[in-house]
């Protein structure tokens, strides 16, 4: 059978909605699938690298964690932990604050924002009192080789980290910044507050563990806006 060094773990369902066939999918994807690559991963005692989420411990103890997404994501995340104490493999998990970049769907904040501006359409956000972290998709696949290719990557049976951008917004201000950052008028940037936060939406920037010891998470959203 194939070995392995390094398996990454990287697909998710990203749905947020409870009906029973999300539900199904969401548990396939994000639990039962890194138990598996896990289990793979054992036959050769390689190291997985996961794409967990920062959702799975919000700000709020009794909103831990944020969605049943976050939940599976984080059952995905106990599997691994578990297989590192029970087979050969080791583990780093990575949780990942607002991944951004070209070609994403538009449901996300940023490209809605950008595709918005660029439509002269009105941008419809929430209140936008949540603190916000973007994390550009080109650092994250930069941080993802440094991990592959460290000769020390294997220290640790398992790790977590979270990986989020250099900076910090508030989202009411976003439409703003990217307007600015893209050469938009200010004065014609139309936004209207209309859209409701989530049940448990996670308010404050407080991240549970270190960043990766790998200076690669530096892009600023200035220059992330410009490859969209």
């Known amino acids: 059978s194939p070995r392995f060094d390094v398996v990454l773990s990287l697909a998710a369902d990203l749905s947020k909605k409870n009906r029973m066939d999300d539900v199904t999918n969401l548990v396939l994807a994000n639990s039962w699938l890194p138990a598996f690559l896990g289990t793979l991963a054992a036959k050769s005692e390689a190291h997985v690298i996961h794409i ?40 780093t998990v990575l949780h990942t604050y607002d991944i951004y970049g070209p070609r994403q769907p538009h449901q996300r904040v ?30 994250l ?34 439409p703003k910044v990217i307007a600015s950052n ?26 549970c563990h270190s960043l990766p010891p790998y200076p690669v998470i530096r892009t600023r959203l200035s220059d992330g806006l410009k490859f969209l």
């Open 52 to 91: 967990g989420t920062y959702s799975h411990k919000s700000d709020i103890s009794n909103f831990d964690p944020q969605t049943f997404y976050a939940a599976s994501k984080r059952t995905g995340e106990l599997f691994l932990r578990f297989l590192t104490e029970n087979t050969s493999i080791s583990a």
């Open 110 to 139: 940023i490209p809605s924002i950008v595709s918005s501006l660029r439509a002269g359409e009105t941008i419809a956000i929430s209140p936008g009192k949540q603190e916000f972290r973007p994390v550009f998709v080109d650092d």
């Open 141 to 174: 696949v930069k941080l993802l080789e440094c991990m592959i290719t460290d000769s020390k990557q294997n220290v640790g049976r398992f790790r977590e980290y979270d990986v989020y951008g250099p900076e910090l917004f508030k989202v009411e201000d976003l």
């Open 182 to 207: 893209m050469g938009f008028d200010l004065n014609q940037v139309r936004v209207e507050k209309r859209l409701s936060y989530a049940d448990k939406e996670i308010m404050k920037f407080r991240p």
